[in-house]
């Protein structure tokens, strides 16, 4: 099992910067990868930044050049660095761990979501 435990979010002026982190627990699983996803009110929930144990990244097209994904692999944390933020990035965020438990076996975690509002 692997457990998140997600911080950051709140509420924000457009325009302004905020930072999410999310920490992994110790575990015997191997993470494969690490995202951020959000989800708005009556929308699906998608992809914002994706980060794997080899440091490639991926984004949304709607955050790219304003959004950074990174991670302390020491700390077993990822963190997701938001400037330029829109009222449109107003959603819940969700950490998401890909472990591997068998050489046959990949499964999701999540965290609980953290609420990110931006005001216009």
């Known amino acids: 099992q692997v457990q998140l435990v997600e911080s950051g979010g709140g509420l924000v002026q457009a325009g302004g910067s905020q930072r999410l982190s999310c920490a992994a627990s110790?575990?015997?699983?191997?993470?494969?990868?690490m995202a951020w996803y959000r989800q708005a009110p009556g929308k699906q929930r998608e992809l914002v930044a994706l980060?794997?144990?080899?440091?490639?990244?991926n984004y949304g097209d709607s955050v790219k050049g304003r959004f950074t994904i990174s991670s302390d692999n020491a700390k077993n944390t990822v963190y997701l660095q938001m400037n330029n933020l829109k009222p449109d990035d107003t959603a819940v965020y969700y950490c998401?761990?890909?472990?591997?438990?068998?050489?046959?076996?990949?499964?999701?975690?999540w965290g609980q979501g953290t609420q990110v509002t931006v005001s216009s």
């Open positions: 998401n761990a890909r472990a591997r438990s068998t050489p046959w076996q990949i499964n999701d975690y």
């Open positions: 980060i794997t144990n080899t440091g490639s990244t």
């Open positions: 110790r575990s015997s699983f191997r993470i494969e990868a």
